[in-house]
T-cell receptor
Framework: NAGVTQTPKFQVLKTGQSMTLQCAQDMNHEYMSWYRQDPGMGLRLIHYSVGAGITDQGEVPNGYNVSRSTTEDFPLRLLSAAPSQTSVYFC????????????FGPGTRLTVT | GNSVTQMEGPVTLSEEAFLTINCTYTATGYPSLFWYVQYPGEGLQLLLKATKADDKGSNKGFEATYRKETTSFHLEKGSVQVSDSAVYFCALSETDGGSQGNLIFGKGTKLSVKP
């Protein structure tokens, strides 16, 4: 199993550009989520999905869109990048939310200039 | 809302020293509690968890006990190694309505262990 994979590993964008961060898992997990990690802030939940076709907002959803057309994939879209979106982004998945372990991808380091 | 507070870092210890990283939480209901570890340049990995009061989670020599009376889940290890150098995150699972089960993280504590 590859686990949770994320691409790209690094990305530099100019303000106003758009892009999609890719996330895929091969563990048949129903629950997937996106977090951003900023210095001194821990991880904050952006969006999550409890299954294909179902998504919902987390703590910091503004400026990001998600969709879940398949169980395996959960892309995160930045519509118009802003410097405040400079961060490290992690995707995670689990069989379900709650008591179960979440498996994290290696992260995408995004810089917006 | 629910929240997690953990001790500020960085924490620097000598090899074989005793480690405690404090974590307290605020939650309605009965959340599950977790410690995740992040090694340099990597994503987070689950270190241990506890799902109800008085449960003790343990893994790789690390332990933490779910204390409902003090709303705490402190991480301990009796003898740290250089390989334990990492950032440690305390987390709880949301208990409220539609966001039930989502994780709320503390800000992380960076541990450096010197030989």
């Amino acid at each position: 199993n590859a686990g949770v994979t994320q691409t790209p590993k690094f990305q530099v964008l100019k303000t106003g550009q758009s892009m999609t961060l890719q996330c895929a898992q091969d563990m048949n997990h129903e629950y997937m989520s996106w977090y951003r990690q900023d210095p001194g802030m821990g991880l904050r939940l952006i969006h999550y999905s409890v299954g294909a076709g179902i998504t919902d907002q987390g703590e910091v959803p503004n400026g990001y869109n998600v969709s879940r057309s398949t169980t395996e994939d959960f892309p995160l879209r930045l519509l118009s990048a802003a410097p405040s979106q400079t961060s490290v982004y992690f995707c995670a998945s689990s069989y379900g939310a709650g008591t179960l372990e979440q498996y994290f991808g290696p992260g995408t380091r995004l810089t917006v200039t | 809302g629910n929240s997690v507070t953990q001790m500020e870092g960085p924490v620097t210890l000598s090899e074989e020293a005793f480690l405690t990283i404090n974590c307290t939480y605020t939650a309605t209901g009965y959340p599950s509690l977790f410690w995740y570890v992040q090694y340099p340049g990597e994503g987070l990995q689950l270190l241990l968890k506890a799902t109800k009061a008085d449960d003790k989670g343990s893994n790789k020599g690390f332990e933490a006990t779910y204390r409902k009376e003090t709303t705490s889940f402190h991480l301990e290890k009796g003898s740290v190694q250089v390989s334990d150098s990492a950032v440690y995150f305390c987390a709880l699972s949301e208990t409220d309505g539609g966001s039930q089960g989502n994780l709320i993280f503390g800000k992380g504590t960076k541990l450096s262990v010197k030989p």
